[in-house]
Structures are given as C-alpha cells and as structure tokens.
Nanobody, 124 residues
Framework: QVQLVESGGGLVQTGGSLRLSCVASGRIVSRSAMGWFRQAPGKERVFVAAISRVVLSTNYADSVKGRFTISRDNAKNTVYLQMNSLKPEDTAVYYC?????????????????WGQGTQVTVSS
C-alpha cells in the first residue's frame, strides 16, 4: 500500500499559479502510474492529469491542457502538478492517486491509493 500526502494548495487570484506536491511512502512509487483528480463543490471527482511509471508519458483532461503540467521525481517519491493561468472553475479539492498499472489511466476505479486532498481556491 502507498501513503500519499498532498500539499501546495491555497488561495490564488485568476491568472495565478500554484504547484501541488504529492509525497508518497510505502510501496515503491516508481512502480505506479500517478494521477491527479479534483472535486469541485457539489460535483463529482474528475480526472485532471496522469503520468506513467516508466517512460513518463502524460495525459490531461481537456479543461487543463496547456495550463497544467504533471511531473514526477521517483528519487524523491514525489509527484507534482504545476498549475498556471488558473481560473475560478479550477477551484476544487485536488487529490493525488497511485495505480499499479502502466500507461496513464484516467478512470478513478483503477487507482487504489489516494491522498486526503488539498484545497485550491481561485478568486475572480
């Protein structure tokens, strides 16, 4: 099992940037695809971005393409989500997740381990 702890959330104005971090412990994280999901108030949790475990291919939701960048540092067991040009509609709790799979899975059910989430609020 992997324990995941997110950080880096906060309050930012429209057009601003934040970088989320997710530190993992437990099972060797380099064996896991890593993803970020978000849940806005009153809405379901949805896929944001994913990065594969070996070749570091990435996948993004259409709503964040060109603005968000996912990356990982396996030596530090850490995954990052750089968020630029933030919009009020990006306001949500952001969750980090790990899946013992190849590729860049987008379905939540494929991720076994989840963090507690970090709040991102973008003011207009």
């Amino acid at each position: 099992q992997v324990q995941l702890v997110e950080s880096g959330g906060g309050l930012v104005q429209t057009g601003g940037s934040l970088r989320l971090s997710c530190v993992a412990s437990g099972r060797i994280v380099s064996r896991s695809a890593m993803g970020w999901f978000r849940q806005a108030p009153g809405k379901e949790r949805v896929f944001v971005a994913a990065i594969s475990r070996v070749v570091l291919s990435t996948n993004y939701a259409d709503s964040v393409k060109g603005r968000f960048t996912i990356s990982r540092d396996n030596a530090k067991n850490t995954v990052y989500l750089q968020m630029n040009s933030l919009k009020p509609e990006d306001t949500a709790v952001y969750y980090c997740a790990a899946a013992e799979l190849g590729g860049t899975p987008t379905f939540q059910a494929l991720y076994r381990d989840w963090g507690q989430g970090t709040q991102v609020t973008v003011s207009s």
